[in-house]
């Protein structure tokens, strides 16, 4: 089955704890993507990768980091995480050759006390 | 700059009655718009795209979407609701076209009720 999985789907966590929130796709897409999502906010892009070795800052890139080694995997990194990081966290991938329609992961739910 | 504006955020209809979810666009490109749904607990699933080919597009479960140029909207419709229905609903435009970075654009989002 095509798709795009995240792992944990959620977590508790304290201020200051380096955490990965992994997110791995099966339908070798080229682009992959990281939102969160806030209350009213809707959703925001913090990084997003071309292909392997190439990933630039989204919308609210601060205090997250990624990494694009492999094309399935695109893990996103909280070095250390901070109360204002929790929310609800999406991966997606795309084929390049497309309008950039999405397919998403189930979401994590992080939340730093 | 592209962006997107849901008209109503909350939506609330009788089960087997229309729905209309609207949904107006700003972009000096030609977009691609989207609508995706997001069942409570869920991620994030496509429901339909318009890619500048036929302006009425047909979509999963009944829905469909009409992309009127000059009126920049985008609006979604089904003509009988079900109860499954029940979700919150995101109007979408990507930059494909324009600086091209692959980012989707969302809007506030609509939550539908309904109501038995």
């Known amino acids: 089955e095509a798709q795009v999985t995240q792992n944990p789907r959620y977590l508790i966590t304290v201020t200051g704890k380096k955490l990965t929130v992994t997110c791995s796709q099966n339908m070798n897409h080229e682009y992959m993507s990281w939102y969160r999502q806030d209350p009213g906010l809707g959703l925001r892009q913090i990084y997003y990768?071309?292909?392997?070795?190439?990933?630039d800052k989204g919308d609210v890139p601060e205090g997250y980091k990624v990494s694009r080694k492999e094309k399935r995997n695109f893990p996103l990194i909280l070095e250390s995480p901070s109360p204002n990081q929790t929310s609800l966290y999406f991966c997606?991938?795309?084929?390049?050759?497309?309008?950039?329609?999405?397919?998403f992961g189930p979401g994590t739910r992080l939340t730093v006390t | 700059a592209q962006s997107v504006t849901q008209l109503d955020s909350h939506v609330s209809v009788s089960e087997g009655t229309p729905v209309l979810l609207r949904c107006n666009y700003s972009s000096s490109y030609s977009p691609s718009l989207f609508w995706y749904v997001q069942h409570p607990n869920k991620g994030l699933q496509l429901l339909l795209k318009y890619t500048s080919a036929a302006t009425l597009v047909k979509g999963i479960n009944g829905f469909e979407a009409e992309f009127k140029k000059s009126e920049t909207s985008f609006h979604l419709t089904k003509p009988s609701a079900h109860m499954s229905d029940a979700a919150e609903y995101f109007c979408v435009v990507s930059d494909y076209g324009s600086s091209n970075t692959g980012k989707l654009i969302f809007g506030q989002g609509t939550t539908l009720q309904v109501k038995p």
């Open positions: 997606a991938s795309s084929p390049l050759r497309s309008s950039y329609e999405q397919y």
């Open positions: 990768s071309m292909n392997v070795e190439v990933t």
